[in-house]
């Protein structure tokens, strides 16, 4: 088995070598290597650093909207903001998945777009066009949030096509692009919340247009990929080709997104405002390793796309080695940031919080398990893993929700995300022959790549 450390390849003549951790040029060069392709842990280093600067701000934005809403203006703000996050993967039907399978093979990006950019359309624009009756079924009375949902629904098509070109952006490895698309959705809100804050203005309203304009402008680098390709195309058979496709990873990716997001959704009308709250304020300290570690996926799934399945174990050792760590330094620290930063009001967090970041270790490395299988043309692999823990979720929300409300939900979320970890773990050691070790055991390679990846984020991190 050769890790990301030691991988060792014979290029086609004039191609660079590529040695995991290094892109070294080979000794006869009749082209100009692919400067995009660059080195593995520079890519994690920079998506880490987006990550990392992406937490931090939900640190600081997280106890200025807890001051300044409460725990029930809080679970108000979750109310639109879980939607916004929720409905596009759905809505989506896997269809920008097919991104990763189809340009790192040389499809042109005029082709992907035009073909699955339509369909996607067409969805946008149903879900827009019942934007009120959603909105209404969903804002149990509350005005504001039915406004705000309201434009939520509407802005679909932009956010569905958005959706598809970062997935492509990451399939063709623009990784400034891709670092400005993981980076805006966390700026833009961190600078108007942080303001209106210290004008007094900051409310529910206010602070849910934000993270909307966040998520609208992201797309944006997107777009610039778009005005230097030609015009885009509308080939049938490869929109069918891609929504087949789709189909089978959105069923795996609905049932994830299910387990990650049916708690919040559910509590909008099963528990009070209150609860809501501190629940959302327990899933972003929990989700904050995520988004660190979370960066290993787009390289991954654009390189197993390639066909480098050999990159898939060490990426989930790594993960799920990292989050480990991260997490019991937050469960430590969880106490001391819900009353320092929160308010006394969020104490009553700390258990779900503890229980989540539990969780939050199964589903990292389901998650790169998810991506790589995905990218290896498995999409049923983690659809069906996904879809037991989906049961598991249902079941355990309708028995646990009422009685035992925040705590409930997260005792439920850490049973599904452990059982989908495990289901994919077993079925990609079936596929690749090799031993559950190599999944979970760290290596003196894994320490040598993690090494680089930390210099790589000192120097990008580092002033100029």
Same mark, same amino acid.
């Not at 849910?208 to 797309?219: E, K, W």
């Not at 904050?288 to 174990?313: D, F, K, N």
């Not at 879809?387 to 079941?395: Q, S």
């Not at 929300?397 to 970890?421: D, E, Q, W």
């Given at each position: 088995?050769?890790?990301?450390?030691?991988?060792?390849?014979?290029?086609?003549?004039?191609?660079?070598?590529?040695?995991?951790?290094?892109?070294?040029?080979?000794?006869?060069?009749?082209?100009?290597?692919?400067?995009?392709?660059?080195?593995?842990?520079?890519?994690?280093?920079?998506?880490?650093?987006?990550?990392?600067?992406?937490?931090?701000?939900?640190?600081?934005?997280?106890?200025?909207?807890?001051?300044?809403?409460?725990?029930?203006?809080?679970?108000?703000?979750?109310?639109?903001?879980?939607?916004? /996050?929720?409905?596009?993967?759905?809505?989506?039907?896997?269809?920008? #998945?097919?991104?990763?399978?189809?340009?790192?093979?040389?499809?042109?990006?005029?082709?992907?777009?035009?073909?699955?950019?339509?369909?996607?359309?067409?969805?946008?624009?149903?879900?827009?066009? @019942? $934007?009120?009756?959603?909105?209404?079924?969903?804002?149990?009375?509350?005005?504001?949030?039915?406004?705000?949902?309201?434009?939520?629904?509407?802005?679909?098509?932009?956010?569905?096509?958005?959706?598809?070109?970062?997935?492509?952006?990451?399939?063709?490895?623009?990784?400034?692009?891709?670092?400005?698309?993981?980076?805006?959705?966390?700026?833009?809100?961190?600078?108007?919340?942080?303001?209106?804050?210290?004008?007094?203005?900051?409310?529910?309203?206010?602070?849910?247009?934000?993270?909307? @304009?966040?998520?609208?402008?992201?797309?944006?680098?997107?777009?610039?990929?778009?005005?230097?390709?030609?015009?885009?195309?509308?080939?049938? @058979?490869?929109?069918?080709?891609?929504?087949?496709?789709?189909?089978?990873?959105?069923?795996?990716?609905?049932?994830?997104?299910?387990?990650?997001?049916?708690?919040?959704?559910?509590?909008?009308?099963?528990?009070?405002?209150?609860?809501?709250?501190?629940?959302?304020? #327990?899933?972003?300290?929990?989700?904050?390793?995520?988004?660190?570690?979370?960066?290993?996926t787009p390289p991954l799934m654009s390189r197993v796309g390639a066909g480098e399945m050999s990159l898939l174990p060490q990426a989930v050792r790594i993960t799920v080695s990292a989050?480990?760590?991260?997490?019991?330094?937050? $469960?430590?620290?969880?106490?001391?940031?819900?009353?320092?930063?929160?308010?006394?009001?969020?104490?009553?967090?700390?258990?779900?919080?503890?229980?989540?970041?539990?969780?939050?270790?199964?589903?990292?490395?389901?998650?790169?398990?998810?991506? /790589?299988?995905?990218?290896?043309?498995?999409?049923?692999?983690?659809?069906?893993?996904?879809?037991? @823990?989906?049961?598991?979720?249902?079941?355990?929300?309708?028995?646990?929700?009422?009685?035992?409300?925040?705590?409930?939900?997260?005792?439920?979320?850490?049973? #599904?995300?452990?059982?989908?970890?495990?289901?994919?773990?077993?079925?990609?050691?079936?596929?690749?022959?090799?031993?559950?070790?190599?999944?979970?055991?760290?290596?003196?390679?894994?320490?040598?790549?993690?090494?680089?990846?930390?210099?790589?984020?000192?120097?990008?991190?580092?002033? #100029?």
């Amino acid at each position: 088995m050769r890790s990301l450390a030691d991988r060792r390849a014979l290029p086609p003549p004039g191609a660079a070598v590529e040695t995991g951790s290094l892109t070294a040029a080979p000794e006869v060069v009749t082209e100009p290597p692919r400067t995009e392709r660059q080195r593995m842990s520079g890519i994690v280093a920079r998506l880490t650093v987006g990550g990392v600067l992406g937490a931090a701000t939900g640190f600081v934005t997280g106890p200025l909207l807890a001051r300044a809403l409460g725990a029930t203006g809080r679970g108000d703000l979750a109310a639109v903001v879980v939607p916004l /996050g929720l409905v596009p993967p759905v809505l989506a039907l896997g269809i920008p #998945a097919f991104a990763y399978r189809e340009l790192p093979r040389g499809r042109a990006i005029e082709e992907l777009v035009g073909s699955l950019g339509l369909p996607l359309v067409v969805i946008g624009l149903a879900a827009a066009a @019942a $934007a009120v009756p959603l909105a209404d079924a969903l804002a149990g009375g509350r005005e504001v949030v039915r406004t705000l949902l309201i434009v939520v629904f509407i802005s679909m098509p932009l956010l569905l096509v958005g959706g598809l070109l970062q997935m492509s952006l990451a399939a063709l490895e623009r990784w400034r692009a891709v670092f400005a698309t993981r980076l805006i959705p966390f700026v833009v809100p961190f600078f108007v919340i942080v303001a209106l804050y210290l004008l007094g203005d900051l409310t529910v309203a206010s602070a849910a247009i934000a993270t909307i @304009a966040g998520s609208l402008l992201a797309v944006v680098p997107g777009v610039c990929l778009l005005a230097k390709a030609r015009r885009p195309v509308f080939r049938s @058979a490869l929109a069918r080709e891609g929504v087949v496709f789709g189909v089978k990873s959105w069923i795996g990716g609905l049932a994830m997104i299910a387990n990650l997001r049916l708690d919040q959704f559910l509590m909008i009308t099963v528990v009070a405002p209150r609860v809501l709250g501190l629940y959302a304020v #327990a899933t972003t300290i929990a989700g904050a390793s995520g988004l660190a570690t979370g960066a290993l996926t787009p390289p991954l799934m654009s390189r197993v796309g390639a066909g480098e399945m050999s990159l898939l174990p060490q990426a989930v050792r790594i993960t799920v080695s990292a989050t480990l760590l991260l997490n019991v330094v937050l $469960a430590l620290a969880t106490p001391t940031l819900l009353s320092v930063l929160f308010g006394p009001e969020f104490r009553g967090a700390i258990p779900m919080t503890l229980i989540l970041l539990g969780a939050s270790v199964s589903y990292g490395g389901a998650s790169v398990l998810s991506s /790589g299988l995905q990218a290896a043309g498995a999409p049923l692999i983690p659809s069906a893993a996904e879809g037991i @823990a989906l049961v598991i979720t249902v079941v355990g929300l309708l028995t646990l929700l009422r009685p035992f409300g925040g705590v409930g939900a997260a005792i439920v979320s850490l049973v #599904a995300y452990s059982t989908s970890f495990l289901v994919q773990l077993v079925m990609a050691r079936q596929r690749t022959g090799l031993p559950l070790r190599e999944f979970l055991v760290p290596t003196r390679a894994d320490g040598l790549w993690a090494r680089a990846l930390l210099s790589g984020m000192i120097l990008r991190l580092r002033p #100029a």
